[in-house]
């Protein structure tokens, strides 16, 4: 019901739609159920090819309009991302008919402050998936999870049987610079593009869908 009065209420201006995404985002990061939870997180392969996966966001800074994912750091794409690299971000949530999308610089972090603190907060389930040995993208003859036999099929006793996949933990830190908002009515489409300026205000324009 929240969404559908959403829908109706809208206003034309682009402050209110500027501080929808924001709330949105936000909330995406916190809610697993929130459409926005798991947005689809581009980059560009070594042969100039765009790649594409589906990501949970972990958290969204609205201060410096960081999204935060985390990653294997012996995966594809966090060798192609490195330590800047343009990356673009689309989520849509079919409820509120609405599609956002981001493009922005992003950067991996394996050993910094901010990646220790994630790793600490994770849940021994999500610590085990970094315990994959040979690497993600790895061929193999047979079906394989990567897990070695004995902690495959079980939740991680303790700490010390995730730890050596500490260094394979990353995170995906992904800076927006532009947000283009698109929003679906039967009484008219609006669409919207919002830049980061150099001095950290962002500049709404409305665009026509
Ligand atoms: C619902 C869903 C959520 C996912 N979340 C993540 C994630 O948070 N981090 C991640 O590295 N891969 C995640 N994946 C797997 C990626 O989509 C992708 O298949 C994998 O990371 C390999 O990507 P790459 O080879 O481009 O690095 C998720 C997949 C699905 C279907």
């Not at 949105?24 to 809610?31: C, M, P, S």
């Not at 849940?123 to 999870?145: E, H, I, M, N, W």
Request: aromatic share 6%.
């Amino acid at each position: 019901m929240m969404e559908a009065a959403n829908l109706l209420d809208l206003a034309d201006d682009l402050d209110a739609v500027l501080a929808d995404v924001w709330q949105r985002l936000g909330r995406a990061a916190k809610d697993r159920r929130a459409a926005m939870h798991t947005p689809v997180v581009a980059t560009i392969a070594h042969d100039g090819a765009p790649s594409q996966r589906v990501m949970v966001l972990r958290a969204f800074d609205r201060a410096t309009a960081t999204l935060r994912f985390h990653t294997d750091s012996r995966a594809a794409k966090a060798d192609q991302v490195g330590a800047g690299s343009p990356v673009s971000i689309l989520g849509y949530d079919a409820g509120a008919k609405r599609q956002f999308r981001l493009t922005g610089t992003a950067r991996v972090e394996t050993d910094t402050p901010a990646a220790d603190h994630a790793w600490a907060e994770a849940t021994l389930f999500a610590k085990r998936c970094y315990l994959a040995d040979p690497a993600p993208g790895t061929v193999s003859d047979v079906a394989v999870s990567g897990l070695a036999a004995d902690i495959e099929g079980r939740k991680p006793e303790d700490e010390k049987e995730v730890a050596p996949g500490r260094p394979n933990f990353a995170l995906l830190m992904a800076e927006v610079h532009t947000i283009e908002f698109l929003h679906l009515a039967h009484t008219g489409h609006r669409r919207a593009m919002f830049r980061k300026s150099a001095d950290g205000a962002w500049q709404g324009q409305w665009l026509v869908p």
